[in-house]
């Protein structure tokens, strides 16, 4: 059974930082493109970044772009992503994503939609306090 487990979540003061991770397993992702995305109360699902399948290209929602660093760790089968100078905006419940197949997109806007990835997690908030 394929599981996305993530972690790192919790309060922190605006202008902190925090490190989620995502463990997989299952099956190996060293193959398949990998996101974060987050849902604030009342708000829909917003994409944050996410990592080609070969680890090659990275991408970023504007709104975190500087301050979000996302990685990949393939020998241990985990997501990353580096939080910095959090503001409370950032505050929302945090999923990791994954894609089942080794497909290189060709429109970068792939990435940025929820088709493309067929497994989640099931989140982690992040409450960032002013």
């Known amino acids: 059974q394929v599981q996305l487990v993530e972690s790192g979540g919790g309060l922190v003061q605006a202008g902190g930082s925090l490190r989620l991770s995502c463990a997989a397993s299952g099956r190996t992702f060293s193959s398949s493109a990998m996101g974060w995305f987050r849902q604030a109360r009342g708000k829909e699902r917003e994409f944050v970044a996410a990592?080609?399948?070969?680890?090659?290209?990275?991408y970023y929602a504007d709104s975190v772009k500087g301050r979000f660093t996302i990685s990949r760790d393939t020998a241990k089968n985990t997501l990353y992503l580096q939080m910095n100078s959090l503001k409370p905006e950032d505050t929302a419940v945090y999923y990791c994503?994954?894609?089942?197949?080794?497909?290189?997109?060709?429109?970068?806007?792939?990435?940025?939609?929820?088709?493309?990835?067929?497994?989640w997690g099931q989140g982690t908030q992040v409450t960032v306090s002013s």
């Open positions: 994503a994954a894609d089942s197949k080794p497909t290189t997109y060709t429109k970068s806007s792939s990435y940025y939609t929820p088709d493309i990835y067929d497994y």
């Open positions: 990592v080609s399948w070969s680890g090659t290209r990275t």
